[in-house]
Structure formats: C-alpha cells, structure tokens
C-alpha cells in the first residue's frame, strides 16, 4: 500500500495537472459546436424568454440562467462561456475528492481524480459551453450528500442532498434516472435488512426528502404539459443497440477517437467483463462504504436510459455523464485490489492510455464529434457574394453558422424554418425543396448547401441537387460538408 501512496503523490497529482492543462488548452483551440451556439443564443434572451425557448426544447433552464448572467457580465463569446464550464468542472474536483475519500481512502480519491480528469470525455465537454460540467458537479455532490445519509442512517445530509436533488432536477433530465436509482436502493435497503426502526427512520426521511424536492420540481412539469413540449431542435437519435452500451463505456474512458481505434478498443470489452469478475470475486483489500450504491449508481441510469429508447430513443453519452462520478470511483477501486507491483503496472499503463488518446482526440482531424463550423464560416466568407445564397441542414445547425459568419450572402434552411415562430421544425418533403429552388433559381447565380446532421433526408437532399451542376465539394469535418451548385447561367 506505500508504494501505491508514492506513486499517488509523485505519479498522479502531475497527470491531474496536465489533464487539466489539457482541458484549458482545448478551451482556446476548438471551433465553436452546434450545442454551444444554441447555449449562447438563447442565454442571450431575457429570462421569461430563456425559460420558454428551454421548456420548447429537451432541457431544463438552470444552466441557460447561469450563462444568462454570467454573459452580461464577462460577455457573450464562446470563450468566456467555456470558462464557466471550466470553472463547473474545476470546483467538481474537490467534491468528487471529499465523496470518494469519505467513502474509501485518499489514495483511491486521487486516484479517481486522475482518472476523471485525463478522461478524453470528461475533457471534451470541460472545454463545451453547454450544463455536462454543471451536471457532474451536482451529481457528485448528491452523491456526497446520499452517502453521508447512508452512513449514518439519514441523521446527517438531508439538507445538501434535498438541495442537490433541486439543483440535479433544474440541470438535467437523465438526473431523475440517478434519483430512480436512489429510490430503488433505498427501497432496496428496506427489504434486504431487518426491518428495526433504524431502518424504516432511513428508508421514511430519505423517500421524503425525495418527495419534496419532486414538489420543488412541479412547476417546471406544470409549464411543460400547459405549453406542449417540443424537440424540435435535437438531432435524430436512432434507437440504441448493445453495442452502444459497450461504445459508452469506451467514450467514458478513452473518448470520441477515430473509427479505427474505437474499434479496437471496443473489441476489448469481453477482457473488461472477465476483470470485473475476478474483482467482483476475490477477497476486497480495501473496502467501500456503500459499495451496492456505487455498482447501482455507475450502471443502473445506463440500463434505464437503453430500455426507455426502445420507445423513445434518448440514449446519447453525453447525456449519460451522469454516471462517469461513481464509475470513476469504482474503476479506481477496482485497479488498488491486485497486489502492489501489479496495481501500479496497471494503473500506469491506464493512465499513460488515456492521456495519450486525449492529446489525440484534441488534435485529430477525426476525431468524429468535431464541428469545424468556423472552417464553414471562413471558406463562405471567401466564397460566397450577394448574388449566391446559402442553405443549411438541418435548420438547426444555422446557430453556429450565424455565431461567427460576417458575411453579406444571405443564409437560409432546408427545409425552410422561421425559429421566432412557434411550432416545431417544418417537415421536410422534396416538393417544398423543389418550390424553395425554383424561387431561388430566379434571383441567384449559386447555392452553397452546408450538410451535417442528418435527419432523416440528407440522402434525398444530395439526389435532388444531382440534377444540378456540382461546382466544388469541400469537407470541413467529420459529417460537415460544403457543396456548391450553380443555380443558374446568365
């Protein structure tokens, strides 16, 4: 155990820093991304307009309220709201450190936070102006407060826990799977030990505590089904297969790489179950308290999420981040449970992965969730003149365009949407893209039609345009792709 404290001390706190490092470096470096964009649009709207455009959409307002105030006073560019993502992942840290620490020992909290912050994931959206950062802070410090709850059986940690279930509510929707999650544990507490009193005073103050900050959370429900809701500008998620829940797990530790390299990694995972079991199975050296909540807590929200998407599909990483707290906690836990010499080969050689895929995913051209839409702006402003007219798809994806593009071309979406109206997004029919062409044939020369997320009918786009003169194709990233038509011929 001492050579592992060494290799905390001297090993772990310069890995720690250079993560964070990292982070700050691609808080600078990136373009901006479609999610940013709309965070900046519509935190720049008064508030009783922030709370309505939010309720339209699939998210809650707590964050977009934060970044409300903090652009009136730092400003509204993208790297001023990446720092207060920063400054969200930066205060995490020390509570994530306090939650495990409290739960185990110091050497697994700083070794979880080394995991945390050389995670590739955890570093992309540290460096991404929208509430993931926001998210995890309140999600370790709900946990913080539920574990201190466990241990001493609901007498301490009502109040920060009724406070963080308020706050995980406001943040984001996949915080009720954690909440779901407690509620089955402590259900579970109730049926699996002796029924004392001990007991029920835990399982009663606990359910209560939850169903007073459900009451706190009413209101929000109540502006939902009075206004209708509305995802209108989410890009279309396929329903999930297994092998998306392998690939999250993937992302969690090593990040959005190349298709090669994922590939690769996801085929390791049945050495991952066959680790899991030989931990799961042999004698613990180091113990955890509340270890049933901790497995719960890292893979339960998942397995919910997969089984609701065969209805409605949800299940995306991001929101999935949820979990990354415990798993971190119970990943670090499980490396300091081999013998001395074999723990410290092993989490060196995790450590030294996961630091190098971050600097790759940072730097890599394929990096598959990278948006270059200043590269977009930058070759239109080049390319396009008044007489030209530019088409984006999906008409969400106009956000990022506008943030930067300083250019006289006029920009509009197929299919066509005016976003001050209310309603959802128009559909998409090759009539009304026909109609919308035939108009625009009469006044310019060329369209330049910006591709990216694909909704459901980027095909029938592409086919349709083939009847027309292809001038130039340019790719400016993973899915992001420019192509210039003539219109017309003078």
């Not at 809650?60 to 990446?82: C, D, E, K």
């Not at 460096?127 to 059986?153: C, G, K, P, Q, W």
């Amino acid at each position: 155990m001492q050579n592992l404290l060494v290799l905390s001390s001297r090993f772990l706190l310069p890995l720690i820093l250079i993560g964070i490092g990292t982070s700050i470096w691609s808080l600078f470096s990136q373009s901006i991304r479609l999610d940013e964009a709309q965070s900046i649009w519509v935190s720049s709207k008064p508030i009783e307009t922030i709370i309505m455009l939010t309720a339209s959409d699939v998210h809650v307002p707590l964050y977009g309220m934060i970044l409300h105030f903090w652009m009136q006073i730092f400003g509204n560019t993208i790297i001023s709201a990446r720092i207060l993502s920063m400054i969200f992942f930066l205060l995490t840290l020390p509570v994530l450190y306090l939650f495990v620490k409290e739960a185990s020992n110091k050497q697994i909290a700083l070794l979880c936070l080394a995991l945390f912050t050389l995670s590739p994931f955890i570093m992309w959206y540290t460096s991404e102006a929208r509430m993931y950062t926001l998210f995890t802070l309140v999600t370790s410090l709900n946990h913080l407060f539920f574990l201190r709850m466990i241990r001493s059986d609901a007498k301490n940690g009502k109040l920060g826990y009724f406070a963080s279930l308020i706050l995980g509510f406001y943040t984001h929707y996949f915080f009720i799977f954690l909440v779901a999650t407690q509620g089955l544990y402590t259900i579970g507490v109730f049926i699996y030990r002796k029924r004392d009193k001990i007991t029920q005073a835990f399982v009663k103050k606990t359910l209560f505590v939850m169903f007073m900050a459900v009451l706190f959370f009413l209101p929000w429900v109540y502006l939902l089904i009075s206004t209708g809701t509305a995802s209108n500008t989410q890009p279309l998620i396929p329903p999930p297969t297994s092998y998306n829940i392998i690939q999250t797990f993937v992302n969690f530790l090593f990040g959005f790489q190349a298709q090669g390299v994922q590939a690769v990694l996801v085929s390791l995972w049945p050495l991952s179950v066959m680790t899991l079991f030989f931990v799961f199975t042999k004698r613990k050296r180091i113990p955890i308290s509340g270890i049933e909540y901790i497995v719960l807590a890292s893979f339960l929200p998942i397995m919910l999420v997969f089984v609701i998407s065969f209805f409605r599909p949800i299940f995306l990483s991001r929101y999935l981040i949820v979990v990354t707290p415990t798993l971190f906690f119970l990943l670090a836990w499980m490396l300091t449970q081999y013998s001395k010499k074999t723990a410290s080969i092993i989490i060196t050689t995790v450590l030294v992965a996961m630091l190098g895929l971050m600097f790759f995913q940072t730097t890599s051209a394929a990096t598959p969730v990278r948006e270059n839409y200043q590269g977009v702006t930058n070759y239109l402003e080049q390319q396009a003149t008044p007489r030209d007219i530019i088409a984006v798809s999906a008409p969400f994806t106009l956000y990022p365009i506008e943030y930067s593009y300083s250019g006289t071309t006029r920009i509009t979406t197929i299919p066509e949407w005016n976003r001050y109206e209310s309603g959802a997004i128009p559909p998409f029919s090759l009539e009304a893209l026909d109609t919308q062409m035939q108009q625009y044939r009469t006044q310019y020369e060329r369209i330049f039609v910006v591709l990216s997320y694909d909704q459901g009918y980027e095909d029938d786009i592409r086919e349709y345009f083939d009847a027309y003169e292809l001038l130039e194709k340019r790719n400016l990233s993973e899915k992001l792709e420019i192509r210039t038509y003539k219109l017309r011929y003078n």
